[in-house]
């Protein structure tokens, strides 16, 4: 694979941006291998952020923040200065109920939207695309963050283009701090960038990695690489002391949905606990051995390293499943129950394959390893609905993918609720279609139940209602298995003035380009 480091000015200084979003300085010699071709080594370092630079983290004070969305080539990417350091897609990290207030400026030659990924806010900051920044334009976003501590993020919003932006790089981790998430760190001495590892998943492709021009079938099952990145760097490695991590995990692939799980070097599963999911912590964590994690999606971790010893090293993978597209058109099949998709295109490997993601190595000798606490946090109650469910079938009709047999129109608002009240949504997808990860703008919710769910979600059902464990905290985006039935339930309190517009779609950012998204009209 061919890689690219791109250069361009920010105020007389050169920052760069690497083809898979964020730069990473490559091991001196080492060339990394195509592995569309060949399975390769693990020969390049987890890329982790400094002070300043790709993906660093920026702690947003009083003052306004001015980050511009650029471009170099096929690559975008936000930058911004501030306190003499410059960054390229920050982690903005914030307090529960601080403020704030961020300038975009398009420097793109295409319009751009900012979309403020799983936090509470009206309809002028949400960055629905319905108001876009044109090129050039300035546009302010400020609000309270009132959102309880957890990993969201910012990413590009504009209709049409969503899926090109995001895949070129343009996005980048928001962390909203709080009481639990302090005591969570002091109770097993973490420390970010060290013991607490974020985590972006994405899927290229060999060649040139940051083009984006989709075939007919990528437009209609989504778009899919063969290369596994994480935070940047292809199938790379990172040495960990024997103790506990805290692993804070995006999948900010357009499309792939990946089964993560972990195995030591001779094949052994190694157990973790899920601690949170999109919406922060649960109240107590969760052992598992395996989760789904569909775009968009953010899970929160702690392994342990100590039983493996040193020398020893263990694997991030994704295990095979079966992706289930099963749509018919006249030129595309996708056969259900395999692993593979009968016009994939070249250089993609299908949704459901097994792929390497990450090794661990771990060194050193041990050393003080706190207990994780059994309590973590507290969740707010489920909302209980004042009404009959509000029926959504997700379907796939006259070569567009559909919520309700309908298709987004920016001069309608299908779906009408009542400001204060609280509702169930049955998401109901079709057995002849595909996975979809559905995103509500505005609003955490929580998963009541799943109903009729596939085989090979069975073993990972805890309790009656047929949950995972990824469905036990508060969520903003969820995923809905063909065949499947997900009962969700929203709070629709909000404290902002007058009408609000939001949108529900799936987020396979092709599925959300080409309509597969309703307007929600709270008043």
């Known amino acids: ?17 690497a083809p898979a979003s964020w730069p990473a300085d490559p091991t001196p010699g080492v060339v990394a291998l195509d592995l569309c071709a060949s ?13 300043e630079g790709a993906q660093a983290r920026l702690a947003l004070g009083s003052e306004r923040l001015t980050m511009r969305a650029v471009a170099q080539s096929d690559a975008l990417a936000f930058t911004a200065t501030a306190s003499g350091r410059r960054f390229t897609n920050p982690t903005l990290v914030v307090d529960e109920g601080s403020t704030i207030a961020v300038d975009v400026v398009n420097d793109l030659p295409e319009p751009t939207a900012t979309h403020w990924h799983g936090l509470t806010v009206d309809t002028r900051n949400d960055g629905n695309g319905e108001a876009p920044i044109m090129p050039g334009e300035r546009f302010g976003y400020g609000f309270t963050v009132r959102n309880r501590g957890g990993l969201y993020w910012y990413h590009p919003h504009p209709h049409g283009a969503t899926a090109s932006q ?40 060999a060649g040139d990695a940051d083009r984006y021009a989709p075939a007919p079938e990528d437009e209609l099952l989504g778009w899919y690489g063969c290369l596994p990145h994480v935070n940047g760097v292809l199938r790379p490695f990172h040495q960990v002391a024997p103790r506990r991590y805290r692993l804070r995990i995006l ?11 972990f195995r030591r070097d001779n094949g052994t599963p190694v157990p973790f606990a899920l601690i949170g999911t999109d919406g922060g912590l649960l109240e107590a964590p969760v052992q598992c051995n395996e989760v789904l994690l569909s775009p968009a999606e953010r899970i929160d971790l702690v392994i342990d ?12 993978e994704s295990r095979a499943f079966a992706p289930m597209h099963d749509v018919r058109t006249a030129s595309v099949r996708a056969d259900a129950g395999d692993a593979s998709h009968a016009h994939r295109p070249a250089h993609a490997i299908a949704d459901g394959a097994p792929l390497d993601l990450l090794q ?6 041990r050393s003080p390893n706190p207990p994780l606490p059994k309590r973590l946090s507290r969740l707010p109650a489920m909302p209980a609905s004042t009404g009959d469910d509000r029926p959504l079938r997700l379907s796939f009709a006259k070569g567009r993918w559909r919520i309700n047999d309908r ?7 299908p779906i009408e609720v009542a400001r204060g009240g609280s509702e169930t949504w049955l998401l109901r997808n079709y057995h002849t279609s595909a996975p979809h990860a559905m995103h509500l703008h505005g609003f955490q919710f929580r998963v009541v139940e799943r109903e009729t769910s596939p085989d090979q979600l069975a073993p990972l059902a805890i309790g009656s209602n047929g949950r995972v464990a990824t469905d036990l905290g508060l969520k903003d985006t969820v995923l809905v298995w063909p065949g499947e039935s997900v009962r969700i ?23 959300e380009d080409a309509g597969m998204m309703l307007r929600v009209k709270v008043d």
């Open 251 to 261: 999948n900010a692939a357009n499309a792939r949905t990946f089964r993560l799980a």
């Open 1 to 17: 694979m061919r890689r690219r480091w791109l250069q361009f000015a920010a105020a007389g200084a050169a920052t760069s941006l």
């Open 166 to 205: 995001v895949h070129r790089g343009l996005f980048g981790l928001l962390e909203v701090d709080d009481d639990d998430q302090r005591a969570l760190r002091r109770a097993l001495d973490l420390t970010p960038g060290a013991t607490e590892l974020s985590l972006v998943l994405q899927d290229r492709r």
């Open 360 to 365: 661990f190595r771990v060194r050193g000798s």
């Open 407 to 413: 298709v987004y129109d920016m001069r309608a608002a």
């Open 305 to 316: 390293f100590a039983p493996v010893g040193q020398g020893g090293f263990v694997i991030m």
């Open 39 to 51: 399975e390769g080594a693990f020969v390049q370092s987890l890329y982790i952020p400094g002070g």
């Open 489 to 511: 339930a929203i709070d629709f309190r909000t404290p902002f003035v007058g009408p609000q517009i939001y949108l529900l779609h799936c987020h396979n950012l092709e599925h």
